[in-house]
């Protein structure tokens, strides 16, 4: 036999005993979720990795006191939300654990992505948002149905995320932030009210209007007055509207009044009635937030949510201002990844380059045949 045959041999020899043990560990962990997760969430949001130990050294660094932050991570974004919990975690000696809200087939490159780089440390859980929780709920374009974003949803369901905290903090994947997370999540709910935000014609992000956006500060912006539903609620049309990519949550409030259930009814109706604005400029997870939450909600201080910075090429704000600012929300449609938006340079500070796909591919064989050699 020649030696390019034996070469050949042993490669198929090798792929077999690599797709071998890809498929014993799958049944493995599948066994393992079985067992973990007994008691399935009903709303399909899955828990996929748990919190590792923090070293001692951390545990010292570190206050005790939890921080729970939940930030969603689609595979073509990644990259922000990495480069959101890396200043969020570089700015803060609080007890923060992030909680990561993605689709299956994001985990490993995302788990990758953390594990080989200066995120090692992080406190972390994956899970796997279900987007058949969606369904009867959002009204999909047949022919633009790959731009929903189930994703845009995960903050609707903040209590079956992280069922054991009384209070978390939710961001976009579009933010930086500058200062101590604790400061934000410190921030002073009133009673009854289960979330602050800050308002869209808050003193801040007031003083520089964003031209083209129309109605987009209040309410008329968002939803249909024409429709009888709208107008029962006796809801002003004037009413300042809110941002929802930057909020902190009561979710003690938040289960007592059952906003879930609340959010998923106006979602339903929209899909019969459609009851949100044609002119919407942008997130569809807007209107029903408005709806449930008129007049029913804490704020936040602005500079923990200072926006507009995607909604055009062209800088908005003094490089002073910027600076000072705790948290830069990029929403809109210029994102700082796509080096077009307004203070990009601030954003690739925190931005963490991703491990190769050799590395990826390399990393998985390698992860494998551990797991295989270990059970012999």
């Given at each position: 036999?020649?030696?390019?045959?034996?070469?050949?041999?042993?490669?198929?020899?090798?792929?077999?005993?690599?797709?071998?043990?890809?498929?014993?560990?799958?049944?493995?962990?599948?066994?393992?979720?079985?067992?973990?997760?007994?008691?399935?969430?009903?709303?399909?949001?899955?828990?996929?990795?748990?919190?590792?130990a923090?070293?001692?050294?951390?545990?010292?660094?570190?206050?005790?006191?939890?921080?729970?932050?939940?930030?969603?991570?689609?595979?073509e974004?990644?990259?922000?939300?990495?480069?959101?919990?890396?200043?969020?975690?570089?700015?803060?000696?609080?007890?923060?654990?992030?909680?990561?809200?993605?689709?299956?087939?994001?985990?490993?490159?995302?788990?990758?992505?953390?594990?080989?780089?200066?995120?090692?440390?992080?406190?972390?859980?994956?899970l796997?948002?279900?987007?058949?929780?969606?369904?009867?709920?959002?009204?999909?374009?047949?022919?633009?149905?790959?731009?929903?974003?189930?994703?845009?949803?995960?903050?609707?369901?903040?209590p079956?995320?992280?069922?054991?905290?009384?209070?978390?903090?939710?961001?976009?994947?579009?933010?930086?932030?500058?200062?101590?997370i604790?400061?934000?999540?410190?921030?002073?709910?009133?009673?009854?009210?289960?979330?602050?935000?800050?308002?869209?014609?808050?003193?801040?992000?007031?003083?520089?209007?964003?031209?083209?956006?129309?109605?987009?500060?209040?309410?008329?912006?968002?939803?249909?007055?024409?429709?009888?539903?709208?107008?029962?609620?006796?809801?002003?049309?004037?009413?300042?509207s809110?941002?929802?990519?930057?909020?902190?949550?009561?979710?003690?409030e938040?289960?007592?009044?059952?906003i879930?259930?609340?959010?998923?009814?106006?979602?339903?109706?929209?899909?019969?009635?459609?009851?949100?604005?044609?002119?919407?400029?942008?997130?569809?997870?807007t209107?029903?937030?408005?709806?449930?939450?008129?007049?029913?909600?804490?704020?936040?201080?602005?500079?923990?949510?200072?926006?507009?910075?995607?909604?055009?090429a062209?800088?908005?704000?003094?490089?002073?201002?910027?600076?000072?600012?705790?948290?830069?929300?990029?929403?809109g449609?210029?994102?700082?990844?796509?080096?077009?938006?307004?203070?990009?340079?601030?954003?690739?500070?925190?931005?963490?380059?991703?491990?190769?796909?050799?590395?990826?591919?390399a990393?998985?064989?390698?992860?494998?045949?551990?797991?295989?050699?270990?059970?012999?």
């Amino acid at each position: 036999m020649s030696l390019r045959k034996v070469n050949i041999s042993i490669l198929i020899v090798a792929v077999v005993i690599f797709l071998l043990v890809l498929h014993h560990n799958f049944l493995g962990l599948s066994d393992f979720l079985k067992q973990e997760l007994s008691d399935s969430n009903p709303v399909g949001l899955q828990p996929i990795d748990f919190i590792p130990a923090v070293p001692q050294r951390l545990e010292d660094e570190r206050n005790d006191k939890e921080i729970s932050v939940v930030i969603a991570a689609s595979d073509e974004r990644l990259g922000g939300a990495i480069a959101a919990m890396n200043s969020i975690y570089s700015h803060t000696k609080s007890n923060v654990v992030f909680y990561i809200v993605t689709l299956n087939d994001t985990v490993d490159h995302l788990r990758l992505w953390l594990s080989n780089t200066a995120l090692k440390n992080l406190r972390y859980r994956i899970l796997d948002f279900d987007p058949r929780v969606l369904e009867g709920k959002v009204q999909v374009d047949p022919q633009k149905a790959d731009t929903l974003k189930p994703l845009t949803f995960a903050r609707f369901y903040l209590p079956y995320l992280v069922p054991h905290a009384e209070k978390v903090i939710y961001v976009d994947d579009d933010i930086i932030v500058q200062d101590d997370i604790l400061e934000l999540y410190n921030t002073p709910l009133k009673p009854g009210h289960a979330a602050a935000f800050s308002d869209d014609c808050d003193s801040t992000t007031n003083k520089v209007a964003v031209r083209g956006a129309g109605n987009q500060y209040n309410y008329i912006g968002f939803l249909d007055y024409k429709k009888e539903t709208i107008r029962k609620l006796a809801m002003k049309a004037s009413t300042c509207s809110f941002n929802p990519g930057v909020f902190v949550a009561n979710l003690t409030e938040w289960k007592l009044q059952n906003i879930t259930k609340q959010l998923e009814k106006w979602m339903a109706l929209n899909v019969v009635e459609e009851l949100y604005s044609r002119t919407l400029a942008g997130s569809i997870t807007t209107p029903p937030l408005l709806i449930v939450f008129y007049k029913q909600h804490s704020s936040i201080d602005p500079m923990w949510n200072v926006r507009h910075l995607g909604s055009s090429a062209g800088k908005r704000y003094s490089p002073q201002f910027v600076k000072a600012a705790k948290l830069l929300h990029w929403n809109g449609h210029f994102k700082p990844w796509g080096r077009t938006a307004s203070y990009a340079e601030v954003w690739e500070k925190w931005k963490l380059q991703e491990p190769s796909r050799t590395f990826f591919l390399a990393s998985l064989f390698y992860r494998a045949a551990l797991a295989f050699w270990s059970t012999r």
